[in-house]
C-alpha cells in the first residue's frame, strides 16, 4: 500500500509538471483568461470524477488531470493579474497568501471531513467561486494588444476605467495600433514558443538562471514540508506551523519587496536559508541531545519561512523579467523547473536518514544561488515591456545587438525610435500601456511639477507624466 500512496504522489506531481509546460504555451497562444479559467473548470470537473472513483487506477489518472490542471493555474495565477496592475501596486500580488491559507483550508476540511471522497466534493466546491471571476475580469490588454485585438484590448481598458470611476483617456486606442504595430514587425507572422525564451544571450541567461533558482527553493521548500514528520514534538502542531509560518513570509515580501527592491529582497532571504542551513550542522554535531531536535525543528521553520519569502518575491521578479509575448513562457518555465525541484525533493532532504547531507546540500545550493541571482536585473520602479523590441529599448547594448538582429530592426531604428518618444514628452520609456493604465488605476493624481523621484530618474514609480495621465 505504500508504494501505492508513493506513487499517486510522483504521477500528481507529474501532472503539474506536464501543466507547467502547457499553461505557458497556452496562456500566450490563446490568452490568459481562457487559460486560468478553463484549467479552473476542468479542476473542478476532474474532482467530480475522482470523488466516484471505482478502482485505484482511476483515481491514480484522475489525480494526474487535477495536477495538470493545477500547474496551469500556478503558471497563470500571478501573471495575469500583474498585467491589470499599475506599477506601484505591483508587489501587492505575491504578497497574497493563497497558497498557505489553501493548506490551511485543506487541512481543516481533511479534519472535518474524515473521507477522501467528501474531501474531492469539497475541492470541487471550492473552485465554483473562482470561475465567476470569468463573467467580470476581462483578457489581459496587453495580450490582446499584442495579438492585434484592438478593439477588444480598447473595451477591457475601457472596463477597467470604468470600474475605478476614471475616465479612459482619447489617446487610448493609438497607444494599441502602436504597441499592435510593433509586436506585428517584431512578430513576422510567428507564434511564440519556449525557443524564444533562449533565443538571445540574455534572455537565455535569465531564463537558466532562474530555472536553477527555481528548483532550489522548490527541492527546499517541499522536502522541508515533507521532513515535518522528523521534527521534534507533536506532527499534527508540527504540520500546522510549517503552514502557518509561510504568512509572515508573505507579509515581510509585501513590505520589503517595492522597499529594498526585487533583488535585495530575494538575497537577504537566501542568506537566511544559507546561514540556517549551515547552522544546523553545527548544530547536530555539538548541540546538547536535550536540546538538538528542537534547536534544528526551529532553524528548519526559519528556513521554510525564508524560502517562501523568497519565493513570492521572486514570483513578482521573474513576471517584470519577460515581455508580455513571452511572459507566460517564461514564467511556465520557471514553474516547470520548480516542479522538478519538488519531484527530486524527498530523495535529497532526508533529516532521519543523512541530516548531515541535507543541509550540506540545502547550504550549497542557497548560497550559489544567492550568487546569481546577482546577474537577474532589477525591475523595481521598471515598467513591463510589451515586445521584444520594446525589452530591447531600454536593455543593455550586447542584449539590443542581439535582438535588433532577431527582429531585423538597426540600431538607428531604435536610436530614433527613442527621439520619437522624447518628442511626444515620453522619455526614452516605450511602455506606453503601463502609463495609460496608470493613468486610470492609480488613485494619486500625478503632476506637472517633477519630484524628488524624478530627480533620481524615477517619474512617480515609473509612471511618465503626459497630458493623459492628468486626472
Not at 497562444?29 to 482511476?58: C, D, E, P
Not at 515581455?323 to 520557471?334: K, N
Not at 531604435?414 to 511626444?424: F, G, H, I, V
Not at 526614452?428 to 524624478?454: A, E, I
Request: with cysteine.
Amino acid at each position: 500500500m505504500q508504494w501505492m500512496k508513493a506513487s499517486i504522489t510522483s504521477i500528481q506531481f507529474g501532472g503539474i509538471l506536464a501543466g507547467s509546460i502547457l499553461g505557458g504555451q497556452s496562456g500566450d497562444y490563446f490568452g490568459r483568461k481562457k487559460t486560468l479559467y478553463g484549467s479552473y473548470l476542468l479542476h473542478t470537473v476532474f474532482n467530480v470524477i475522482s470523488a466516484y472513483s471505482v478502482g485505484w487506477q482511476m483515481f491514480t489518472v484522475m489525480r494526474f488531470l487535477i495536477g495538470v490542471m493545477i500547474g496551469v493555474v500556478l503558471v497563470m495565477i500571478v501573471p495575469y493579474p500583474t498585467e491589470f496592475f499599475p506599477l506601484r501596486w505591483r508587489h501587492t500580488i505575491p504578497a497574497i497568501p493563497m497558497w498557505p491559507l489553501g493548506v490551511l483550508a485543506f487541512a481543516m476540511g481533511a479534519w472535518l471531513l474524515e473521507d477522501w471522497s467528501k474531501l474531492q466534493l469539497a475541492c470541487a466546491v471550492l473552485a465554483v467561486p473562482g470561475l465567476l471571476g470569468y463573467f467580470y475580469i476581462p483578457e489581459s490588454a496587453r495580450w490582446l494588444a499584442t495579438r492585434g485585438r484592438l478593439d477588444e484590448s480598447y473595451a477591457a481598458l475601457e472596463k477597467m476605467a470604468r470600474l475605478n470611476g476614471k475616465p479612459l483617456p482619447q489617446t487610448a486606442m493609438d497607444t494599441i495600433k502602436e504597441i499592435a504595430q510593433d509586436e506585428k514587425t517584431s512578430r513576422k507572422g510567428k507564434d511564440y514558443s519556449y525557443i524564444d525564451i533562449f533565443r538571445t544571450r540574455a534572455t537565455a541567461q535569465l531564463t537558466l538562471i532562474v530555472a536553477f533558482k527555481w528548483v532550489v527553493l522548490s527541492m527546499v521548500f517541499y522536502g522541508l514540508s515533507f521532513a515535518v514528520t522528523s521534527f521534534a514534538g507533536d506532527l499534527y502542531l508540527n504540520m500546522f506551523l510549517m503552514s502557518v509560518v509561510e504568512l509572515p513570509a508573505y507579509f515581510l515580501t509585501f513590505v520589503l519587496i517595492d522597499r529594498i527592491g526585487r533583488r535585495w529582497t530575494c538575497l537577504g532571504f537566501l542568506a537566511i536559508t544559507t546561514i540556517v542551513s549551515f547552522a544546523c550542522i553545527g548544530l547536530h554535531l555539538k548541540a546538547p541531545e536535550e536540546l538538538r531536535e528542537k534547536l534544528i525543528s526551529a532553524c528548519c521553520l526559519t528556513a521554510k519561512l525564508a524560502v517562501a519569502a523568497c519565493w513570492a518575491a521572486s514570483q513578482t521578479w521573474v513576471t517584470e523579467s519577460y515581455p508580455t509575448v513571452t511572459r507566460s513562457l517564461g514564467y511556465g518555465f520557471a514553474n516547470t523547473s520548480s516542479r522538478v525541484g519538488a519531484i527530486i525533493a524527498p530523495f535529497v532532504i532526508n533529516l532521519d536518514d543523512m541530516p548531515l547531507f541535507t543541509f550540506i546540500l540545502m547550504g550549497s545550493l542557497t548560497l550559489i544561488s544567492m550568487v546569481i541571482t546577482c546577474f537577474i536585473p532589477e525591475t523595481r520602479n521598471k515598467v513591463m515591456a510589451e515586445t521584444v523590441q520594446e525589452k530591447a529599448l531600454n536593455a543593455g547594448e550586447t542584449e539590443r545587438a542581439e535582438i535588433v538582429d532577431e527582429t531585423s530592426k538597426t540600431p538607428k531604428d531604435y536610436d530614433e525610435r527613442k527621439k520619437d518618444l522624447q518628442s511626444n514628452g515620453l522619455g526614452t520609456d516605450p511602455h506606453k500601456l503601463s502609463n495609460l493604465v496608470g493613468s486610470f488605476t492609480d488613485s494619486t493624481p500625478l503632476s506637472n511639477s517633477p519630484s524628488k523621484d524624478d530627480e533620481n530618474g524615477i517619474a512617480n514609480y515609473g509612471y511618465t507624466k503626459t497630458k493623459t495621465d492628468q486626472f
